[in-house]
């Protein structure tokens, strides 16, 4: 079947073209509107006297630390108030996780790839898209970022009140054991890291991948 052509007839007017088929058609690569990227090195050396690696290590610190000040603000908000109807409630929760998302990720996005999530950036390890030396500097400003956005609203809410809320820490509901708990974890990390492998695929030629990874968060906090 090889090399072998036929004739393919096509839309109203019924012209002919000539067309490969076999393993002929499927060799070429003619209309490939994408390029998958090349698996990135697990160590470049050329990448510690970049500045494009420090920035992006300091987008990630920014992300995380504005992520993490303005969610764990907004849960302690809800569990702290006395009637949940003053509040925005667990529909607002959901949208200050997603919402905050989808406005770090579009702004980081060209920066530091906007992963925002140590979960993110150890895929995207596996996945040769970045080397080891820039997953390690991410994860590590990615927690201090978190740890300076949790003690700013520690600082701000003071010891007392941030002890009595647990600091907006979720909890195993009562009648689920921590097994679900954790299956529960597990599954809603997989979703995020799933649709970030999606949205950044190479064969999408669009600009909006902000959008489908800020549903995840959304998804989880509901």
């Not at 003619?30 to 697990?42: M, S, T, V």
Request: a neutral charge.
């Amino acid at each position: 079947m090889e090399g072998k052509e036929q004739d393919v007839s096509l839309g109203a007017n019924k012209f002919p073209e000539r067309q490969p088929i076999g393993t002929a058609a499927q060799s070429q690569d003619d209309g490939k509107d994408y390029q998958e990227p090349a698996p990135a090195p697990l160590v470049d050396p050329t990448e510690f006297t970049s500045w494009s690696f420090y920035r992006a290590g300091i987008a990630e610190f920014v992300a995380t630390f504005l992520f993490l000040y303005i969610t764990v603000l907004t849960v302690m908000g809800v569990a702290g108030a006395k009637s949940k109807c003053s509040t925005v409630g667990i529909q607002g929760i959901a949208w200050a996780f997603g919402g905050m998302i989808f406005a770090l990720v579009y702004c980081t996005a060209g920066i530091s790839g906007g992963h925002i999530n140590p979960a993110v950036t150890f895929g995207l390890f596996l996945a040769r898209k970045l080397s080891l030396p820039r997953a390690i500097f991410y994860i590590v400003m990615q927690c201090l970022g978190a740890i300076c956005g949790a003690g700013v609203v520690k600082g701000f809410e003071g010891k007392t009140k941030y002890g009595a809320l647990n600091g907006g820490a979720n909890f195993v509901a009562p009648g689920y054991t921590k097994g679900d708990g954790l299956g529960a974890e597990i599954v809603g990390t997989f979703i995020l890291v799933y649709t970030v492998f999606s949205a950044t695929d190479a064969k999408r030629s669009a600009r909006d991948s902000h959008v489908p990874v800020s549903l995840p968060p959304f998804r989880n906090s509901l």
